[in-house]
């Protein structure tokens, strides 16, 4: 099974750059701070003699993509396509465990909402310059979390906290009992983007 999974319209992409490359380059993908919150993923050229012996091989039609040891856990379930819209044409790049390891089904539920939050919910929260941190789950089954970045002080943090980010949490694991903020939302034009 494939780690990354690549369009057709993606991989005839790939197929014409590499024509106007040197003989043997290929594709690598890879992903930079893996794990951390600052994690970014991308893809580059990957020329012959750059192709480490720990290297994961990920046939396509007509090339190879190469993926580095580190960078594999952290790759799965990713998405590579490439989109025409009324923009234009852009190569984009899914990788919803760059953040986090994805966990197992049967992890502890800290573990499994802790990945909800990084993979789903501060991806969304980013867009607005923030995030949350889990800081515990009670033995009553709440959620604790530490709001950071542009969402300390916001005005709608209530709501994003009650609409958003709870209504989520209680979908995913109906076992939860609701989520509180511990934060000491600073007042000011920090806030706001």
Not at 1 to 29: C, D, P, W, Y
Not at 164 to 189: N, S
Request: glycine share 8%; charged share 20%.
């Amino acid at each position: 099974m494939s780690i990354i999974t690549i369009s057709t319209s993606a991989q005839e992409h790939f197929k014409n750059l590499l024509k106007n490359q040197a003989e043997g380059t290929q594709i690598r993908v890879f992903v930079m701070n893996p794990g951390t919150i600052g994690a970014e993923c991308g893809v580059s050229y990957c020329p012959a003699d750059t192709i480490e012996e720990s290297d994961i091989e990920e046939k396509q039609d007509g090339f190879s993509v190469y993926i580095d040891e580190l960078s594999a856990p952290f790759l799965e379930e990713a998405t590579i396509d490439y989109v025409t819209d009324e923009l234009g044409t852009q190569l984009t790049l899914k990788a919803p465990n760059s953040k986090m390891k994805r966990v197992a089904d049967d992890a502890p539920l800290i573990e499994r909402v802790n990945y909800a939050i990084q993979a789903t919910i501060n991806p969304q929260l980013a867009g607005h310059g923030g995030h949350v941190s889990l800081v515990e789950l009670t033995d009553d089954n709440y959620v604790v979390l530490q709001f950071g970045g542009g969402c300390n002080g916001c005005s709608m943090v209530d709501y994003t906290l009650k609409e958003g980010i709870e209504k989520q949490l209680l979908t995913e694991f109906p076992e939860l009992a609701g989520v509180r903020d511990v934060t000491e939302h600073q007042a000011g034009t920090h806030s706001y983007y």
